[in-house]
């Protein structure tokens, strides 16, 4: 499997074992964090041995940098399918800002992993990870921007919006589900609702 961030393709592992890696290191970096958990511990849930882990990933932060790197890149590839299934402003903010939501809800492990451990990347990797997150920063900001001209949008300063309907979705993935909201779809709608508001539409 391999992505392309800043004009070079970078191969994150395409073999199913690779996968699978990337998948049980998900799950514990997100339960324990990524400093408490070690290579062999990754290793073990698979029946693994630790040398198994370094054909693939020479390290654990080259590790979490694949996972950082294919997060993000599905994420944003996720909500611009969306945005560009939909037109005008008001329909385009509401259903791209309910994929975002919904994808931090149903992908919580990945979602909490590529969202709260960017301080262990090594500062190159951290820089190819922001540059997706600029991107996906963009979409919500273009929207927006597009709806004050358009008159659909009463707001200032969209990156303001931009901020706080990320900063919303993105920390769904630390808290859900609980017993009052179990169902991602239905709390995207509701998020959706709160953003569309934010941006000034009547």
Known sequence: MSTRVSGLEYDLGASKAAARIRAAASEIFAAKGYGSTTTREIAASLDLSPGAVYPHYKTKESLLFAISIEGHRTLLDHITRVRDAHSGPTDRLRATTAAFVAWHAEHRAIAGVIQ???????????????????????????????????????????????????????????????????????LARRYAEIVVQLAGVG
């Not at 659909?152 to 017993?179: N, Y």
């Open 116 to 186: 709260h451990e960017l301080r262990s990347l090594s500062p190159e990797h951290y820089d190819l990870v922001a540059d997706v997150r600029r991107a996906t920063t963009k979409v919500f900001d273009d929207i927006l921007s597009a709806g004050i001209v358009a008159g659909e949008f009463q707001v200032a300063d969209p990156s303001i919006v931009t901020l706080a309907l990320t900063s919303l979705g993105i920390d769904v993935s630390r808290w859900f589900p609980t017993r009052a909201h179990q169902d991602a779809d239905d």
